[in-house]
């Protein structure tokens, strides 16, 4: 990813966190280059290993926001591949951004036992792409 202009991009001007956010999903999905995370860091002027909590700080996401990508990526990207679709990260992190931040998101919400569910599913979709 070339960095160099990104946050001058229309996307980002209202509010550049939207880009941190969607590349924290990135980094939660697949991870990132050494490249981009120093990038990030530097950017919001943070110890690279704390850029990621800096970030949820910032943005105020839950304790459990990377659930909630976890779940939804393992979702989305079965159903885009049952349909014969590539579902990449950066296009997942832009969607689940612009619904994350709607403005009747129910995206990290858990209702009763919904969180142990989705952490189940997380799990199993981890033990199975690891086989």
């Known amino acids: 990813m070339d960095n160099s202009d990104i946050l001058s991009h229309p996307r980002y001007g209202k509010d550049p ?9 990135v980094d939660t999905v697949e991870g ?3 490249e981009t995370a120093n990038w990030i860091a530097q950017t919001i002027r943070a110890d690279l290993a704390e ?4 970030v949820k700080a910032i943005s ?3 304790p459990t926001f990377e659930v ?4 939804l990526w393992f979702r989305n990207s079965r159903i885009a591949a049952d349909r014969g679709d590539l579902l990449t990260a950066r296009d997942f992190s832009i969607l689940f951004v612009d619904k ?7 995206v ?7 969180l142990a569910q989705a952490r189940e599913r997380i799990a199993s979709e981890q033990r199975s ?3």
């Open 17 to 25: 966190m939207f880009l941190f956010v969607e590349l924290l999903v």
């Open 32 to 34: 990132l280059s050494s």
């Open 51 to 54: 850029w990621r909590k800096k």
């Open 60 to 62: 105020n996401l839950s």
């Open 68 to 71: 909630a990508v976890l779940d």
């Open 100 to 106: 994350y931040y709607e403005e009747s998101s129910h």
């Open 108 to 114: 990290d919400v858990w209702g009763p036992g919904a």
């Open 129 to 131: 792409r690891s086989q």
